[in-house]
């Protein structure tokens, strides 16, 4: 019964930001580690960001660090990913993802038990 709902996808040109929140509802939000994937036309599923339960732990895959920043609000069940000085090569659909068996940093698809329908992301060059 748990759902997640992703939000402030659009266009955005190259050197803009956006951010992406991602809203929990039906299960406890508070225990489960939380991540950002990324998939473009063609291309396998991408690890983007990942926060442990409380927030304490991050991780980010290599093309996005300095630039994108993962945060969470327990109180609000949603996490966020704060995306500047966006690149033409981070066009893709983004996923949140909850792992429901830990609340540890995890990078691959397998570890998330529950994912949410996406939110485009298309930056113009």
């Known amino acids: 019964q748990v759902q997640l709902v992703e939000s402030g996808g659009g266009l955005v040109q190259a050197g803009g930001s956006l951010r992406l929140s991602c809203a929990e509802s039906?299960?406890?939000?508070?225990?489960?580690?939380m991540a950002w994937f990324r998939q473009a036309p063609g291309k396998e599923r991408e690890f983007v960001a990942a926060i442990s339960w409380n927030g304490a732990n991050t991780y980010y895959t290599d093309s996005v660090k300095g630039r994108f920043t993962i945060s969470r609000d327990n109180a609000k069940n949603t996490v966020y990913l704060q995306m500047n000085s966006l690149k033409p090569e981070d066009t893709a659909l983004y996923y949140c993802?909850?792992?429901?068996?830990?609340?540890?940093?995890?990078?691959?698809?397998?570890?998330?038990?529950?994912w949410g329908q996406g939110t485009q992301v298309t930056v113009s060059s």
């Open positions: 039906g299960r406890t939000f508070s225990g489960d580690g």
């Open positions: 993802a909850a792992n429901k068996l830990s609340g540890r940093v995890a990078t691959m698809p397998t570890s998330y038990t529950a």
